[in-house]
Each structure stands twice: as structure tokens, then as C-alpha cells.
């Protein structure tokens, strides 16, 4: 009998064949691909959320959980779309123009993931109208910005502009390293996360899932 929480357990130490097998084993089952996912992977995702924000454990440790995640969205999410299931919302996430880190960026992406919702990411060094596009064309809930450079945090004001003057619905969030809440609110930000977990959060209460 496929246990969920083993497939929890394996996700949270990052041990990605495990995961895959366990994966496998419970749609052989018949197990409902969306308890899989919620049951399974997020309640996985969100222990490892919960430990990465009280510093029990750290980036190499998130990112083979996230790598782990990854695997078992792949054989997952071709049955979830076959069950019809829908996710609690879309997140368009990239890192702004003229900042190439990415690494921050994929942890909340994939944490966004871990919470149910799409996500399109739209990589690094991305232009205010390649944000608004792809927001407009997904229709997207949460508009995801990251930045790890002073000189590049300023790109934030201009895509939030951007964003508002189109008229998207988009919620706009912020955050990367030298990012701070009092920043946030000088660009309008409708919010501001300190790291990934917090900001999978975020984005949920943003689009009001
Ligand atoms: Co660069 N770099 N880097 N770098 N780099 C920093 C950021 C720097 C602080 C190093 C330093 O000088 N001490 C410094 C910035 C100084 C400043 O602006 N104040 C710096 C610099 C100067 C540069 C270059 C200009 C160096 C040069 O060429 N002279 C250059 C710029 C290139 C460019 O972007 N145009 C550069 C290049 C690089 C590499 C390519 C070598 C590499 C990036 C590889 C990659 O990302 N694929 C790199 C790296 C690795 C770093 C450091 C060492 C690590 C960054 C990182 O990945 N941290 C960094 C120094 C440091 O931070 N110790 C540094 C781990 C990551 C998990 O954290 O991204 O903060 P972080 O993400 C966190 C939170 O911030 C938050 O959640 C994440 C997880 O908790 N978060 C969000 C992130 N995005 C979020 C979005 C949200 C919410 C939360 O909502 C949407």
C-alpha cells in the first residue's frame, strides 16, 4: 500500500528515487493524484519550508528536496492535468533585468510549486515588458519578482508600474537579498517576502487561496 507520508519523509531528506518510486506506486494504487500532491509532496514541501525558515536546515538541503519535487512533478503532473486538477492559481516569477542570479528565484518557484500553484518561470535578466506580457497572457495571479543586486533592485519600481499601468490584476511581490519590506512599500509592492517559504505564503494570501 503507496504510504504518503513515506513519500513525505523521502521528499523532505531529498531522496529523489524514492520519491519517483513512491510516485509510481501510488498512481498503480489508484490514489487520487491530487492526495497525492497535496497529501504527499506539499505536506513534504512545507515541512521542509518550515525547517529551512528556522534555520534547521539550508540552501544545498532545499535545493535536493527541490530537485526531488521536480522529478515527482514530472511523472505527476501529467495525471493531475488528466484528472482535471486545477491549481490554486499562477505565478509568473523571474529575476529582473540586468540580474543574472538565479538560485533564490528557483528555490521560491519551486516552494511556490510545493503550494499548489503554477508556476512560469520566465528566467533571469527579464525585461518590465516580458514580466507584463507573460502575466497578461497567463492571466496571472501573482506577478514574482527577485533582484540580488543593489543596482538592480530598482528594475522592481519600474515592473510594478508597468503591471499597474496595464490594468493586470496581478499582485505584484518582491524580494532577493538586499530587498526589505520598507522597500517594498516605497515601490508599491503589495508585498514582501524574506525567503522562499515565506514567500510561498505570501502568495497565497495574495490571490486569496
Ligand atoms: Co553575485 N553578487 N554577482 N553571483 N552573488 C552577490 C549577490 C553579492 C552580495 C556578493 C558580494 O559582493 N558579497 C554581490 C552583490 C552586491 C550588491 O549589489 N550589494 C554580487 C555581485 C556584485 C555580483 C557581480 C556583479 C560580480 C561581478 O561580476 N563583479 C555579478 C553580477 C552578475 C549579474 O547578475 N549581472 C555576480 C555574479 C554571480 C554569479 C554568476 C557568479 C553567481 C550567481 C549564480 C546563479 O545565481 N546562478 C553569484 C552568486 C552565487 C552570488 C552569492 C555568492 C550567492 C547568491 C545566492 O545564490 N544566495 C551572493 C553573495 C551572498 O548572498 N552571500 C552574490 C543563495 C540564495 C538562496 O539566496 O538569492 O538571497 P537569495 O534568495 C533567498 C532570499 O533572498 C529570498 O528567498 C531565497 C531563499 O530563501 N528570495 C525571495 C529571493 N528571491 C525572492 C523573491 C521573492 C521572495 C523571496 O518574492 C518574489
Do not use: W
Amino acid at each position: 500500500m503507496a504510504n504518503l507520508q513515506a513519500l513525505a519523509d523521502a521528499l523532505i531528506k531529498g531522496d529523489r528515487n524514492t520519491v519517483v518510486e513512491l510516485i509510481h506506486k501510488a498512481i498503480d494504487e489508484d490514489l487520487k493524484p491530487k492526495e497525492i500532491l497535496e497529501n504527499g509532496l506539499i505536506a513534504g514541501m512545507d515541512v521542509v519550508g518550515k525547517r529551512f525558515k528556522a534555520n534547521e536546515i539550508y540552501v544545498p538541503e532545499v535545493l535536493i528536496a527541490a530537485r526531488a519535487m521536480h522529478a515527482a512533478m514530472d511523472v505527476l503532473e501529467p495525471k493531475l492535468i488528466e484528472a482535471g486538477v486545477e491549481p490554486v492559481g499562477t505565478a509568473v516569477i523571474g529575476t529582473v533585468k540586468g540580474d543574472l542570479h538565479d538560485i533564490g528565484k528557483n528555490l521560491v518557484a519551486m516552494m511556490f510549486t510545493g503550494a499548489g500553484l503554477k508556476v512560469v518561470d520566465i528566467g533571469t535578466d527579464v525585461s518590465p515588458e516580458k514580466f507584463v506580457e507573460t502575466c497578461k497572457a497567463e492571466q496571472a495571479g501573482v506577478c514574482a519578482m527577485s533582484a540580488l543586486l543593489t543596482t538592480t533592485m530598482s528594475q522592481m519600481g519600474s515592473i510594478i508600474k508597468a503591471v499597474k499601468d496595464a490594468g493586470l490584476a496581478a499582485k505584484t511581490m518582491i524580494g532577493g537579498a538586499p530587498v526589505t519590506q520598507a522597500f517594498a512599500d516605497e515601490v508599491g509592492a503589495d508585498g514582501y517576502a524574506a525567503d522562499a517559504a515565506s514567500a510561498a505564503d505570501l502568495a497565497k494570501e495574495l490571490i486569496g487561496a
